[in-house]
């Protein structure tokens, strides 16, 4: 177990590194995603007309969890 996290070679380094960009990528993503979701629940129909969406589009893209695309 000590051996997994002694190791200073570059290339634990960098993949360590690699891992925790994508880690940060995901998670910034999912806030997006969240966040967008709650503006849209938030518009009325007109707005939501506006963009080509209805109120059952609304509904079903709302209810949807973050993690899910």
Do not use: C, H, V
């Amino acid at each position: 177990m000590d051996r997994l996290f002694s190791s200073t070679s570059p290339a634990s380094t960098a993949t360590r590194r690699r891992r925790l960009s994508r880690l940060l990528d995901l998670l910034a993503r999912w806030r997006l995603r969240a966040l967008g979701r709650r503006q849209l629940q938030q518009l009325d129909s007109r707005a939501l007309g506006d963009l080509g969406l209805n109120l059952a589009d609304q509904y079903r893209e709302g209810g949807k969890p973050f993690w899910r695309e």
